[in-house]
């Protein structure tokens, strides 16, 4: 069964970065399209950013030109650098599959808190 473990999370100023990782065990990960998805106090989870298995990215328009996918299907990763970070990218952050159906297991979640 495949796991996802993220990482990487943590307290950041305003207009601050991080980068966070995204682990999976598992032979499906080179050919599946990855996100990362976050979900904020009170909301419902949203996809921010995806990446395809041949590396084509789309992004949330809220993240748009700040957030920025990468993956190293050698090592099962799929990263998510953040930077200019906003009050309202304080979330629990998650990758998974991008796909509307067929999710993995979620993981645990990396926090993210963005805070003066």
């Known amino acids: 069964q495949v796991q996802l473990v993220e990482s990487g999370g943590g307290l950041v100023q305003p207009g601050g970065s991080l980068r966070l990782s995204c682990a999976a065990s598992?032979?499906?990960?080179?050919?599946?399209?990855m996100g990362w998805y976050r979900q904020a106090p009170g909301k419902q989870r949203e996809l921010v950013a995806r990446?395809?298995?041949?590396?084509?990215?789309n992004y949330a328009d809220s993240v748009k030109g700040r957030l920025t996918i990468s993956r190293d299907n050698a090592k099962n990763t799929v990263y998510l650098q953040m930077n200019s970070l906003k009050l309202e990218d304080t979330a629990v952050y998650y990758c998974?599959?991008?796909?509307?159906?067929?999710?993995?297991?979620w993981g645990q979640g990396t926090l993210v808190t963005v805070s003066s």
């Open positions: 598992g032979s499906i990960f080179s050919i599946v399209a």
């Open positions: 990446i395809s298995s041949s590396g084509s990215t």
């Open positions: 998974n599959r991008a796909a509307p159906s067929g999710l993995l297991p």
